[in-house]
């Protein structure tokens, strides 16, 4: 079965890892804008970076077949130094006509402070006047219900904001059908450490149906493991799900959201003939 992984932070795995997901079957990555693990200084650090998201990560994927895609913002860890984000923010359209670039994120809250909510705001009406999709990251554990409801008014109070081309990821039991009830797509971020594990995210699919829910990996710095996506699906087969029901949840619920970017010009592998490296 064919699979994409709608967030998954390539720069911090090695080459390896390309090619054990093509070997388990991933056509698509898709990479976030996020932290480098320290602070960052200057706009021209991000601009470097996001020179990499652009250039050399596409190449590295596409030695192994995979096609990554990537977004671009100031991440919510960064955000409370305003005066910077501010010059990022400034500095991302130089970027969003650049090839594979879905649109603005992974913007949203880490502890759910003023600096940034007005960071996640202003990067809200970069996104609105550019015409792009958006991807959010909501807090970690004791944080992220009142973040993710903090991040879902200030959405819905701009009616410029396409719910059905904007992603909340991150989601869990207790803030999913918030998210689905918005309009918005969900995604399940598979984690040994804190958000889903393939079980609930499986349990989220039995209790709230697969339509708007995307699943992925994440993929980081951390403990993280970049083929937790197939651990899913094998889930979900243990369990006695449908091949369809489980293909739409990895592969053409990420399709469907990616193709409302005019920066995704993936053609699926059913089209052009080729068949999958492996069976999942």
């Given at each position: ?14 080459t390896d890892d390309y090619e054990t997901l093509a070997k388990m079957g991933c056509v ?142 991150h989601v869990e039991e207790h803030t999913v059908r918030h998210v689905l009830d918005s ?98």
């Open positions: 079965m064919y699979y994409i992984d709608p967030h998954i932070h390539m720069v911090s795995r090695t698509v990555v898709s990479e976030p804008a996020f932290w480098a693990g320290y602070d960052r200084g200057s706009v021209d650090g991000f601009r470097d970076y996001f020179e990499q998201l652009t250039t050399f990560e596409s190449r590295r994927a596409q030695s192994y077949g995979i096609r990554h895609y990537t977004w671009l913002c100031i991440n919510a860890k960064e955000a409370e130094n305003v005066s910077l984000s501010r010059e990022v923010i400034a500095m991302i359209p130089e970027f969003l006509d650049r090839p594979g670039v879905l649109g603005i994120g992974e913007i949203g809250l880490n502890k759910n402070t003023k600096n940034e909510a007005t960071v996640f705001l202003e990067h809200l009406d970069l996104a609105a006047k550019t015409d792009e999709q958006i991807l959010i990251h909501t807090p970690h554990l004791e944080d992220k219900y009142q973040g993710t409801r903090m991040i879902l008014d200030m959405l819905n109070d701009d009616r410029r904001i396409d719910p059905t081309r904007t992603l909340v990821d309009g918005f797509w969900a995604g399940m971020t598979l984690y040994p450490v804190s958000k889903c594990t393939p079980a609930r995210a499986a349990d989220i699919v039995e209790m709230c149906g697969p339509e708007r829910l995307l699943v992925n990996s994440a993929g980081d710095w951390g403990p993280s493991k970049p083929t937790a996506v197939p651990d899913f699906i094998l889930e979900m087969r243990r369990r006695g799900h449908s091949e369809s029901l489980i293909r739409r949840v990895v592969y053409e619920n990420p399709l469907q959201f990616f193709q409302q970017s005019r920066g995704f010009d993936f053609e699926p592998p059913e089209a052009s003939g080729a068949t999958a490296a492996t069976a999942i």
